[in-house]
Structures are given as structure tokens and as C-alpha cells.
T-cell receptor, first 112, second 116 residues
Framework: SQTIHQWPATLVQPVGSPLSLECTVEGTSNPNLYWYRQAAGRGLQLLFY??????ISSEVPQNLSASRPQDRQFILSSKKLLLSDSGFYLC???FGSGNTIYFGEGSWLTVV | AQSVTQLGSHVSVSEGALVLLRCNYS??????LFWYVQYPNQGLQLLLKYTSAATLVKGINGFEAEFKKSETSFHLTKPSAHMSDAAEYFC??????????????FGQGTILTVHP
């Protein structure tokens, strides 16, 4: 079956600490993968998307980076977190459809 | 550039009443249109989508939406609200020209409250 796994589900990190959020998908090959962020007052914002291994496109300048080391693995990282990085991070996948995106359960990040 | 406007950040209905959530879009090319629902502390669940087939689209949980090109609208409706429909609803658009890689532009969301 087609599933999206995200972890951790909840994370509280101090300012200046590193971040790693992981997403893996099952039930597909060579999908398009996405990281979205949902933050108060800023709605749902596309951060990164990837059309293949090692191929990352950034949609907005920010303190975050993304990597896709394997076909079905997508990682969101930061070397030094800012307070403004707090939010709900959603991994998404098109499962090869090219036009319909499905979302994981999300990861809550609070930077303190 | 694409954009989505959801009219009304909060909508309140009584159980059994009609649900109408409004969405208008702007796109320079034919669009794909989507409605997603988000329950508290959860990810987004796809309700329905328009991808150039029938203009009246039926989705899960009794919801449907009609694509009206002349009005650039894609309003979401349900004939009879249920308490379990209380959630936040997002309208989204992506381009149909094959270059957008499925990237979505979202509206700001509408919180639906259902009163007993």
C-alpha cells in the first residue's frame, strides 16, 4: 500500500541546535517528494521538492535544507535552528501520479 | 503565477444544514484543483480533485465540488453537515501544463464548525 512515514512526530529544540526530519514513502518508485511547512499566519508553504535522487529544488530562501539520499527517502535539515523555524512540517508524495499530492501525518517542531 | 482565495476563514453551520465553502483561483494555464481536509494535529487528507474530466467532482465523506471556469471557482459543498465534518479545509491549485511537478498553491484555509 502507499504510505508516507514521518518522524519524529514532535520535536522541541533549542535555538541554534541542528535539525533532522525524516520522511520515507512506500508503495511507489521514483515519486516526486515535497516538504511543506504550516506556520501560524503563513499558511501552507512549499519549502522543497524533489523529482529524483539528489535533485532538490528550493522554493523559498531559508535556514533549512533538504536531501534525497534514496529514491523513497526525503530529509529536512538545519544546521542552526531559529525561532522562526517553528511550525508543522509536512512531507508529501505524488506516488508517481505527477498531479495529485498526498500528505504524511506531519512533524511538530517547536524551537525554544 | 497562481493564487487561491478562500472566502471566509470561519464558517459555522448546524448539524444537517448545507455546507458551502468558497474557493476562487487564479491561474494563467488550465488548473488542477484540490480540496484537502485537516483535523487537529494531523496531516492533510485529500477530499477531492479536479483534473480536467467532469466539472462536478465527488469526493469522500459526501463532499462534492464544481469547477466553474467562467467564475474561476471551485466551491466545496455537502448537503447535510455532520459533527465529524468539523475541521479545517484547504483549497489548492496546481498547473496542468506539466512543468509544475505537482506543486500546490494553497488558500488560507476555512475552519468549519458544526453545531448540534
Amino acid at each position: 500500500s502507499q504510505t508516507i512515514h514521518q518522524w519524529p512526530a514532535t520535536l522541541v529544540q533549542p535555538v541554534g541546535s541542528p535539525l533532522s526530519l525524516e520522511c520515507t514513502v512506500e508503495g511507489t518508485s521514483n515519486p516526486n517528494l515535497y516538504w511543506y511547512r504550516q506556520a501560524a499566519g503563513r499558511g501552507l508553504q512549499l519549502l522543497f521538492y524533489s523529482v529524483g535522487i539528489g535533485q532538490i529544488s528550493s522554493e523559498v530562501p531559508q535556514n533549512l535544507s533538504a536531501s534525497r539520499p534514496q529514491d523513497r527517502q526525503f530529509i529536512l535539515s538545519s544546521k542552526k535552528l531559529l525561532l522562526s523555524d517553528s511550525g508543522f512540517y509536512l512531507c508529501a508524495c505524488d506516488f508517481g501520479s505527477g498531479n495529485t499530492i498526498y500528505f504524511g501525518e506531519g512533524s511538530w517542531l517547536t524551537v525554544v | 503565477a497562481q493564487s487561491v482565495t478562500q472566502l471566509g476563514s470561519h464558517v459555522s453551520v448546524s448539524e444537517g444544514a448545507l455546507v458551502l465553502l468558497r474557493c476562487n483561483y487564479s491561474s494563467s494555464v488550465p488548473p488542477y484543483l484540490f480540496w484537502y481536509v485537516q483535523y487537529p494535529n494531523q496531516g492533510l487528507q485529500l477530499l477531492l480533485k479536479y483534473t480536467s474530466a467532469a466539472t462536478l467532482v465527488k469526493g469522500i465523506n459526501g463532499f462534492e465540488a464544481e469547477f466553474k471556469k467562467s467564475e474561476t471557482s471551485f466551491h466545496l459543498t455537502k448537503p447535510s453537515a455532520h459533527m465529524s465534518d468539523a475541521a479545517e479545509y484547504f483549497c489548492a491549485v496546481s498547473d496542468m501544463d506539466g512543468t509544475s511537478y505537482g506543486k500546490l498553491t494553497f488558500g488560507q484555509g476555512t475552519i468549519l464548525t458544526v453545531h448540534p
